[in-house]
């Protein structure tokens, strides 16, 4: 920042002058008294009463001395100031006219480079002759959990403990740093460097990251990158970047926390991924993903009890294609709500008329089991769908509820009030349950199909253990993935309450449901 030089006026240099200057006066004013003066009237030849007494020419020397000094000490003094105060506020206009450049130049959150300099900046080193630019794409993984869960204010130190990496790790490199928005950061480094030492530098941006955040210790960071260099990779700075996002694109694909090199074969594998999302909202909007439903028995009598949602994309031209295909990705771009919106819209259309013993359990995921709205939402949209709250379930898994417990127990007990059903899904294959399934609203634990041997050999201590734990807690226990009779037999043997499976049934479109709830009670046990 630069800043006007004061004209500077030693203090020693300003009392000689003054001092000068008095004496100048008072030498002029003595020789005026006791000489010129008469002398210029003499020769101006004016009358001259020269009948003073020497002690009146002293008082007027020393009179006029000090008038004369007053006349000049005064307007100095106020000079003075007003150059003080004209030069504090150009130094004031200085210093903002610097941090509002800086403002525009730089992130005011991590103090990087933003985009728009970063561009400037990345234009001007690919025009340096003979020398390779790397570009780098930093996005951050699952950086709204943070926020989410942490609070905003987490999610800034996080932002900013990542732009202290960056600069650490850089610091030997010749290197523009941005972020570039929201949790995604880029930098350029300029030189002769081989592809090796651009990996270890890619190594070590990781490695630092997910060293964690001294400020908020336990929260695991992690970052997936993306690099592509000049020129084999191109040589316009749009190109790079667009190339160093395909790049880190394909990290997130293949399990994030990873770095790659740009290859050509990403471009199409990311307009393939661009154009599949853009159907997947068609998809929602047209309601083309669709309500099947799996049949869930009562044991021991196998009789039908219900039915879970289960979700499938009839796609015009792909076929059927199975939730977990879509459903993470729902979730990824913010549309897992209005797509369980819609498919419970078609499912109460279609499910008004059952009868009234039959439940209907729906998939919640953590996002919206979080969200303080859920339970409102859902009891409007049921009201809304003419359907009854107490044929409804809410089945959600371990992981969703322990990533938020204090919502989620407050949800939880809401939905109990609204009548609503709450399952536990996939029991056994997250974190510990135990103390979840004594601390919250849970009706019902429904035990993962990886838990049932199909040899039947090595599931009963387990089973028979969750079945136990289930009972002392006045819970109701649905075993999923039943595939063969002997098991459905093993699990009546162990007093289990429900069973779902391909021995009952797969999850089938809402025709063939109909006709299967007009067939059971006729003709007792249901099978597949
Ligand atoms: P889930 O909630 O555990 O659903 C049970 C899955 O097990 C279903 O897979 C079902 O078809 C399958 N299954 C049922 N019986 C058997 C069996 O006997 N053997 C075998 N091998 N598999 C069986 P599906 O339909 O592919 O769904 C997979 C997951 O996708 C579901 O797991 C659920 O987590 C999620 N999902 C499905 N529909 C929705 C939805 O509408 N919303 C949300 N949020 N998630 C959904
Ligand atoms: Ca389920
Ligand atoms: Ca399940």
């Given at each position: 920042m630069s800043v006007i030089p004061?004209?500077?006026?030693?203090?020693?240099?300003?009392?000689?002058?003054?001092?000068?200057?008095?004496?100048?006066?008072?030498?002029?004013?003595?020789?005026?008294?006791?000489?010129?003066?008469?002398?210029?009237?003499?020769?101006?030849?004016?009358?001259?009463?020269?009948?003073?007494?020497?002690?009146?020419r002293w008082r007027f020397v020393l009179t006029s001395t000090g008038f004369a000094v007053f006349a000049m000490v005064m307007p100095f003094v106020l000079l003075k100031r007003l150059i003080a105060r004209l030069h504090l506020s150009y130094n004031n206009l200085v210093q903002a006219q610097a941090y509002s450049d800086s403002l525009a130049r730089h992130d005011p959150l991590s103090g990087l480079l933003n985009r728009r300099v970063f561009h400037e900046q990345l234009a001007g080193r690919l025009e340096q002759p003979g020398k390779e630019t790397a570009v780098f794409l930093i996005d951050l993984d699952r950086f709204k959990v943070i926020n989410d869960t942490y609070g905003h204010a987490a999610g800034d130190s996080a932002i900013c403990?990542?732009?202290?990496?960056?600069?650490?790790?850089?610091?030997?490199?010749?290197?523009?740093?941005?972020?570039?928005?929201?949790?995604?950061?880029?930098?350029?480094?300029?030189?002769?460097?081989?592809?090796?030492?651009?990996?270890?530098?890619?190594?070590?941006?990781?490695?630092?990251?997910?060293?964690?955040?001294?400020?908020?210790?336990?929260?695991?960071?992690?970052?997936?990158?993306?690099?592509?260099?000049?020129p084999q990779d191109g040589t316009a700075a749009e190109t790079l970047l667009q190339r160093a996002d395909g790049a880190m694109?394909?990290?997130?694909?293949?399990?994030?926390?990873?770095?790659?090199?740009?290859?050509?074969?990403?471009?199409?594998?990311?307009?393939?991924?661009?154009?599949?999302?853009?159907?997947?909202?068609?998809?929602?909007?047209?309601?083309?993903?669709?309500?099947?439903y799996q049949p869930i028995v009562s044991l021991p009598d196998q009789r039908l009890a219900g039915f879970e949602l289960l979700a499938r994309w009839i796609h015009p031209e792909r076929g059927i294609i199975m939730p977990q295909d879509f459903i993470p990705l729902t979730e990824e771009l913010g549309l897992i709500k209005p797509l369980t919106e819609s498919l419970l819209i078609q499912a109460f259309a279609q499910a008004r008329e059952w009868p009234?013993?039959?439940?209907?359990?729906?998939?919640?995921?953590?996002?919206?089991?979080?969200?303080?709205?859920?339970?409102?939402?859902?009891?409007?949209?049921?009201?809304?769908?003419?359907?009854?709250?107490?044929?409804?379930e809410v089945e959600v898994t371990e992981n969703a509820l322990i990533a938020n417990m204090g919502s989620a127990r407050m949800n939880l007990e809401r939905l109990r009030e609204m009548g609503v059903g709450v399952a536990l899904d996939d029991f056994g294959t997250g974190y510990s349950g135990l103390y979840h399934l004594t601390q919250l609203a849970i009706d019902k634990i429904k035990i993962d199909r990886s838990f049932f041997d199909t040899s039947l050999k090595n599931q009963s201590d387990m089973v028979k253990a969750v079945l136990a734990l289930g009972k002392s807690l006045h819970m109701q226990i649905t075993a999923e993935g039943v595939e063969h009779e002997q098991l459905a037999e093993w699990l009546v043997k162990h007093e289990c309450d429900f069973a779902q499976g391909y021995l009952f049934g797969r999850a089938l479109p809402v025709a063939q449901i109909t006709a299967l709830i007009g067939a059971d009670g006729v003709n007792g046990p249901l099978r597949a």
């Open positions: 004061t004209p500077h006026l030693e203090r020693s240099n300003l009392y000689a002058l003054l001092a000068f200057y008095l004496l100048s006066i008072f030498f002029l004013a003595v020789a005026w008294e006791f000489k010129l003066e008469a002398t210029v009237m003499w020769v101006l030849n004016l009358p001259y009463d020269g009948d003073f007494e020497t002690s009146e403990a990542v732009a202290d990496c960056l600069r650490e790790v850089t610091s030997g490199w010749h290197a523009a740093v941005a972020r570039l928005g929201g949790d995604e950061f880029a930098l350029a480094v300029t030189g002769n460097f081989s592809r090796h030492e651009l990996a270890t530098l890619a190594e070590n941006i990781l490695a630092k990251i997910a060293s964690g955040i001294t400020e908020l210790p336990g929260l695991a960071l992690g970052a997936t990158l993306g690099i592509a260099v000049s694109y394909r990290g997130k694909k293949s399990g994030r926390a990873v770095f790659h090199f740009y290859e050509a074969s990403f471009e199409e594998a990311q307009r393939e991924q661009m154009r599949f999302e853009q159907e997947l909202r068609q998809a929602i909007e047209k309601q083309q993903i669709q309500p099947f009234r013993a039959l439940t209907l359990a729906i998939n919640v995921t953590s996002s919206m089991i979080e969200s303080s709205e859920f339970p409102q939402w859902l009891e409007q949209i049921t009201r809304q769908g003419n359907f009854p709250l107490a044929q409804l």
